[in-house]
Structure formats: C-alpha cells, structure tokens
C-alpha cells in the first residue's frame, strides 16, 4: 500500500527549512510542496536590504523549484492554492485536485497589512513580501531620487536605511512617536531617529496618510495633518498578519496566528503550523531565529519523535547599518522597567524586574558589541 505524502503548504523559509530537517530524518516517505509562489529558494529577510548590494530578484534566489525538488526529494507544485483542508478526511484540495496526506503542515507565512488610502494614485502604494513584490519594486525606484515609507516598524526603518546607503532620501510616516515602538523604549527610539535624521531620513511622527495622488510623473503623498509630500514612490510596510484563512476555514483553532502548541501541532489531528502564519505556545514572532528553531524541532515530530519547541535568548537585529540596533524585548507578562545609559556612539538599555533580572536589552550604535555577552543572562522564552 502506497505511503501517502508528507504535505506542506507554503515554500518560504519555514516550509523549505522543514522540508530539509525533515529529509535528513526520513528520506524515503513522499513529500509534497504546495505553494502560490513560483517555488524558489531565497532568504526573505534580504528584501528590506538588497539595494544598496544592487542585486536583482534573480541573484537573490539560491535555487528554482526544480534543483529545489531534486534536493528535496519532493514533488513541488507551484503557483497554485490550496483551496480546502479537510483534517476529519486527511485530504487537502489543490486546484480541484483532492490529495490524501500522512501528516500536513501550513507554512502560509503572512500578508502585508494595508491601511486604505485615498486619492488616485492610491493603487501605487506598493508593499514588498516576496520576490515578485521586489521585482516590481526595484523596477518603479530604478530613476528615483526619493521614496515614501508609511510605517517607522522594522521593516520600514531597514528600507530607509537600505534607499539611504544607495543614494535615495526618503520621508517615514507613523502614527507613532518614535521608530521601532513595539521593540524599543522611547530614549532608544529617539535615538535611533535622531542618527537616521542626521543622515537625511524625513521622519513624520504622530501622522499617517490620507491619500496619494498623481504630481505629474512623481506623486503627491498627503498626510493626516494636512502636509504634503512630493515623491517617485510608496512603500507601505506597516507590517504583516498571519495568513489563517485556510486554518480557520478547516476549523483550526485561530487567535492572531495559527494556535499551535509546542510541537507545533494544531488543533486538529496530523496538522501542524509553524512561521510567520503560527502562534506557538502564545508566542507570535515573526523571524528567522524561531522559525529555525520551530522547523528543526517538528521534524522529528513528524518523523515520529515527539519534540518540545524550545526558544533560547533570540535578539532581533535589526538591519540599519549607519546605526545598527539589537534589540530582545522582555517576555509576555513580565514586569519592569528600562535602564538606559548613553555611550560613546551609541545607547544601552536593560529592561530589569523589581528583583534586578535582565528581562531585555536593546542595543544601539557601539553597544551592539554587548549582544552575546548579555544574551547569556537572558531567560528562554520556552525552555
């Protein structure tokens, strides 16, 4: 009797790390690869950073889907969606297609969110999730002299800082007082802001956008306050949610992400989640330290060795070279409060409990040398 096939859905980080950890444990069971992208290979985090190396979509993917399927010992279909997932029958339907599956994991990943705009250019706000995403991007800044950047997140404050190194101004609009402010204290923030804005970044704090319309061949970007900026081009990177329509359609239990628990199983029997689209343990952490981590412990789930996730210490780094920031907020729950010192070149703040443990840290400009030595005093985050 025939072995029916390890499914998962999505060809990301997540889904192709998985598929590798996986391989190494099992080498013979089937393995299919569904994905709505065109299955090649690339580390997403180089989106926010490969101008200023000028390389092109093509020179950031490592591998087609082809060489990818070959490594992989898989069948990968690409550019097709997964349209139901049955967990009561074990099947999932691909373009009308019904696959029956051993075990299936969503690796979705997520989508940009968008804050609707007015104005008629509004459909020039462009975001960049993928490689076809910053194909066209590259493509609409190719002569521009200035962008526009809607959210002062992580994203959006690595793109300001990858347009600057390549010769590109840009002007960063928040609603926010200050960039990073779901990862950094205020001190630090404004600090990280102050270095940006000596070198040229605009920032345009406590403000968001009202509409975008067309200024001849440039744009038109007006703000809530009514003030005006004249631009080549939009860049929306307010940041991302979950794609759980499929997870929730099937009847999977859903809270911001996928609900899974440690061994990244969901709520339904053989199915499993885990990326940017998964919320584990009540943990939603969109980057590729836990994604390493979730992948090399469900694989041997999957290949029949039940494993805990465990999350050690994992500082975010965040890609602004001209003053680069690491920063590992304290867990869920846990109280205290900030310590900030300024140094020579740089800022250090500690975020301690009453009884004087280091919860977090965020490291600006020279303290960022400081990453491993106070990594080490940090608790797990799962342990």
């Known amino acids: 009797m025939a072995t029916d096939p390890l499914v998962i859905i999505g060809s ?17 069971t089937p393995l299919l690869i569904v994905t709505r992208d065109d299955g090649r290979y690339y580390s997403k985090p180089m989106l926010s950073s490969a101008y200023t190396s000028s390389k092109p979509p093509d020179a950031i993917a490592l591998s087609d889907a082809a060489v990818m399927a070959s490594q992989l010992n898989a069948g990968i279909r690409t550019r097709v969606t997964a349209e139901e997932l049955d967990v009561a029958a074990g099947t999932v339907r691909v373009e009308g297609v019904v696959h029956a599956y051993s075990n299936v994991v969503l690796a979705v990943g997520a989508d940009p969110i968008y804050v609707p705009v007015g104005g008629d250019a509004a459909e020039r706000v462009m975001s960049v999730n993928d490689l076809a995403d910053y194909a066209n991007f590259r493509a609409a800044i190719a002569a521009a002299r200035h962008v526009t950047i809607i959210g002062a997140g992580l994203i959006g404050c690595e793109f300001a800082s990858d347009l600057l190194s390549g010769g590109i101004a840009s ?32 920032w345009r704090f406590g403000r968001t956008v009202a509409r975008v ?26 940041g991302l949610r979950p794609r759980t329509g499929l997870a929730r359609a099937a009847g999977l239990d859903v809270n911001h992400g996928i609900v899974v628990n440690r061994q990244l199983r969901t709520s339904g029997d053989r199915a499993y989640a885990l990326g940017d689209c998964a919320e584990v343990n009540g ?21 029949g060795r039940p494993t805990d996730v465990a999350y050690p210490p994992m500082p975010v780094l965040v890609k602004t070279s001209r003053f680069p920031v690491v920063v590992a907020p304290p867990r ?24 004087d443990r280091i919860e977090g840290f965020a490291l600006l400009g020279s303290a960022t040398a400081e990453r491993q030595k106070l990594s080490r005093e940090l608790p797990a985050l799962l342990d």
């Open 12 to 28: 990301g980080l997540a889904g192709y790390t998985l598929a590798r950890e996986w391989r190494k444990l099992d080498a013979t």
């Open 171 to 202: 002007a960063v609009i928040d609603p926010a007082a200050f960039p990073l402010s779901r990862l950094l204290p205020a001190e630090a923030g404004e600090a990280l802001a102050d270095a940006y804005a000596g070198l040229g970044v605009d």
């Open 213 to 238: 319309d067309h200024e001849g061949t440039r744009l038109r970007v007006t703000l809530s306050d009514g003030e005006a900026i004249v631009t080549d081009a939009v860049l929306s990177a307010i």
């Open 283 to 303: 943990l939603a952490l969109p980057y590729v330290a836990p994604i390493m981590q979730a992948a090399r412990a469900l694989a041997p789930t999957l290949a």
């Open 332 to 355: 869920p729950g846990v109280t205290g409060n900030w310590s900030i010192e300024r140094l020579d070149g740089g800022m250090r703040a500690l975020y301690r409990t009453e009884d």
